[in-house]
């Protein structure tokens, strides 16, 4: 008798569980993403010049910029004391690995490239190239502030 009230009971608990009204799904998507940047107007010139993206507000006080390209924003924060700032290891820092921002094309890829080549201030990880076995192709550069930005195109439907 004891084994089925207790059988009673876990199907009654499920039953309930079932029928509960299912929850909306709290985190909708990426708001934006934040980068300590040490070079507040470098960062800013390479997201704008080389990723099309466009200012949406600035505050002095806490020197920071905010950016979009209609589809990301992005907000680049200058770290209080730029001289001793720690460069970022991506083997030993926890944190951003880095940020991939996809491009439309491959000519689109191999142009960033060829502009990166001319630019001093972009350090050049490794230049466009399979992402695996392929067909995507991307490329790694650290932005002026020593951030870690990948570019990609996808050649095939995610």
Not at 105 to 111: F, G, I, K, P
Request: contains cysteine.
């Amino acid at each position: 008798m004891k084994r089925f009230l207790l059988c009673v009971g876990l199907c009654l608990m499920f039953s309930v569980n079932a029928q509960e009204p299912k929850q909306e799904q709290s985190v909708q998507g990426v708001d934006h993403v934040g980068l300590a940047v040490t070079d507040l107007q470098a960062s800013e010139r390479f997201f704008t010049q080389y990723a099309g993206f466009h200012v949406l507000s600035r505050d002095e006080k806490y020197p920071s910029v905010a950016l979009s390209n209609n589809s990301v924003v992005i907000t680049l924060w200058r770290v209080t004391d730029p001289n001793r700032a720690v460069a970022f290891d991506r083997k030993h820092n926890v944190g951003l690995h880095h940020l991939a921002l996809r491009v439309s094309s491959e000519a689109t890829l191999n142009a960033l490239h060829d502009t990166f080549l001319q630019d001093k201030q972009v350090k050049i990880e490794f230049a466009p190239e399979f992402a695996g076995n392929g067909p995507n192709k991307h490329m790694m550069v650290y932005e002026p502030s020593g951030n870690r930005i990948e570019f990609i195109y996808r050649a095939a439907a995610r």
